[in-house]
């Protein structure tokens, strides 16, 4: 019933998902687990809840072996990395010296889900030589580890040195060789494209084959990370990276026999995979591990592996909620395109001469419609997409000159608009798809930038829907992964804050760039509109994965959760797989400081009462408090409003009914609150009667104890503020 029927699918013709389907490229198992001889170090994290031991193979391969208490997390692993056309980084090595420290210190993010973060951990920085060889002079690598009580992060760093300048990397040969045969919540490895549903099975049963591919799969036993595993002795393991700066994405491939992962990097159009020029470093790998699922969400470690911003003054960053004219699009009520044609050229077309469509989203009137409505309950901004010229054949084609992000059409008003969401204290969301023409959005971006601050517009939404081009390039190789932080930084450096979709999925760049708010990367609510969908347990899986490295732009809060009523032709029988009150609780499990109240004004009108909740919920906090939560099955999540003693509480459950108590606790003591509780009616379920939900009201404070009821597929939504004396 899941299968996917992808977003490409919708917008590329059969014959070239079936070439890029042909593209993918097999690849070998994990080899047998490595040997440690010799000396060994030995590193605990800061509360010994961790054990971390490097050394040698026989043959000089830097091995690595990572334990919880007396659990295995890790057997003995290699490290390393193949280059092109020299020697590889990957053994003849000795151990030059090694160099311990610790590290403990607490720093602010300019926003997120709590008000300061933590940064405890011993480091082991190991420095390996190779000898000269022939023609090749000596090498030395570092392999810098740092130890976590909630996990471990490593990363190789290539000195200035006269033996190593420049290089091109072939493979790496980072293994983590798994003891058992762990259940995996996963997604195909895909060097473009993050948006599938997620498999649930044990590791020798990965198979990718199967699925549908949405761009471009990788090997059968390739799936992509964050990883999220959980052994039958109780621990939750997460595998991903943080930092992707200058370098591809990782995959990994499942040896389905032994249960060991080994590295896939994304490669370029001629296969390599990162070109580098010493002194450089790779991204941290990381594995958070606990033994209770809430724990693995909690984790800032991705974050703290990150580099701190550079930015000095921040208070331009406004963590936001928006509406936006896009989901009427995606349900097929309106149209991107203005003109009825599906041939254009960018140069030399006017756009006033061509046959209107008639069902053009983005016109002047439905904006304001959108602005007025933010306006009266508080968001803070709106998103229009389809504003620009260029929608009429922007996608399937490999065309490089598809938008120019400055030219409207002739029904959508910029000075107008302007004008307008400025009266009623609006801002408006630009929108940059780039239709995957990265080269043409380059050349093109400072002048983009320019139009929009001229126009008073201090967000951006990109999109990089298609084949990349230059051609042959990939979503998640080096060159894009360059371009991504590029524009990050541009935007940076004019006051712009952006939402990515279909970039690269995050690895906690967001501590280095506050300004870039969120990504897609993932399969958003978006897919229930125009496919087979999320199933319920989808939102269950989020926060385990994708979530890991950073916020997602899931656009939650649809309210019309049966869809045929904007279209019935096209819409028949789709719905969301959720109840309505899930879609509450998700502002809360799933943590953004970009979310969108992503249905329509007239949704929210006939629902005026639950749809308090989105304006209540905030997107910045001082606190969060992870209740409860297993992936695949519920998460329940409570979170303390920046600078206010307000609470919030998101519980979504799976396909499954549940029943939950959860305590306020985490209250202040003394404090009386009032509680509105949105919750599933008695009869309400997610595919027979998703709409049916209650509020009410009840006092409490942090002795009380809170009964859930959530239908199947659905979920609670409650806001917790003090009761003014
Ligand atoms: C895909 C994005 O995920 C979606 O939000 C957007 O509306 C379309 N591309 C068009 O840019
Ligand atoms: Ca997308």
Partial sequence: MWNTTSRLSQWLPASTLLFLAACSSPSGPASAPARMEGAVSTVHSPGRKLTLKFGLSADGQPTYQLQFGSKTVVQPSRLGLLLQNQPGLDQDFTIARLDSSQHDDTWAPVWGEVKSIRNHYKELAATLTQEAKGDQKARRLV????????????????????????????????????????????????????????????????????????????????????????????????????????????????????????????????????????????????????????????????????????????SWIKPQKFVGVWWEMHVNKAGWNYADTSNIKLAGTDWTKLKPTGRHGANTANVKRYIDFAARHGLQSVLV????????????????????????????????????????????????????????????????????????YDAVKTGYVGRIIPRGEHHDGQWMVNHYNRTAANMARQQIVVDMHEAVRPTGL????????????????????????????????????????????????????????????????????????????????LYSPLQMAADLPEAYNQHLDAFQFIKDVPVDWDDTRILLAEPGEFITTARKAKGKDEWYLGSITDENAREQTVKLDFLTPGVQYQATIYADAADASWDDNPMAYQIRRQPVDRNTVLPLKLAAGGGTAVSIKPVSK
């Fill in 143 to 314: 392999v810098r580890f740092r130890l976590y009580d909630d996990g471990l992060g490593f990363r190789y760093e290539f000195p200035a040195q006269p033996g190593l300048t420049y290089f091109t990397v072939q493979d790496e040969r980072t293994e983590f060789n798994l003891p058992a045969d762990h259940k995996a919540f996963w997604i195909p490895g895909d060097y473009d494209s993050n948006e599938y549903a997620y498999v649930t099975s044990r590791l020798s049963e990965v198979d990718t084959a199967p699925i549908e591919v949405i761009q471009q799969k990788a090997a059968p036993h390739t799936v992509q990370t964050p990883l999220m595993l959980k052994s039958d002795d109780g621990l939750y393991v997460n595998i991903h990276e943080a930092a992707l700066v200058n370098y591809p994405a990782i995959m990994l491939n499942v040896d389905t026999k032994g249960f060991g992962l080994s590295s896939q990097l994304v490669p370029d159009a001629t296969g390599a995979k990162a070109y580098l020029q010493a002194p450089e470093h790779t991204p941290w790998r990381t594995i958070v591990v606990a033994d209770n699922a809430p724990a693995v969400l909690a984790s800032k470690l991705i974050l703290n592996l990150n580099e701190p911003t550079t930015l000095t003054e921040t």
């Fill in 385 to 456: 997409e389809g504003w620009n010229v260029g929608w009429e054949d922007w996608a399937g084609n490999w065309k490089e000159e598809v938008f120019d992000f400055v030219t409207p059409y002739p029904d959508f008003n910029v000075t107008e608009l302007q004008q307008y969401a400025a009266s009623k204290g609006v801002k408006l969301m630009m929108h940059h798809e780039t239709s995957s023409a990265v080269t043409n959005y380059e050349r093109r971006q400072e002048e983009a930038l320019r139009f929009m601050k001229q126009h008073g």
């Fill in 510 to 589: 967001h501590r280095t760039y506050p300004n870039w708010l969120a990504s897609e990367a993932a399969r958003g609510n978006e897919f229930n509109a125009w496919s087979s969908g999320n199933p319920p347990e989808h939102e269950t899986i989020l926060p385990f994965t994708r979530l890991m490295g950073g916020p997602m732009d899931y656009t939650p809060g649809i309210f019309q959760i049966q869809l045929e009523s904007w279209n019935p032709g096209w819409n028949k029988g789709r719905q969301v797989h959720t109840t309505l009150t899930k879609q509450l609780a998700l502002y809360v499990t």
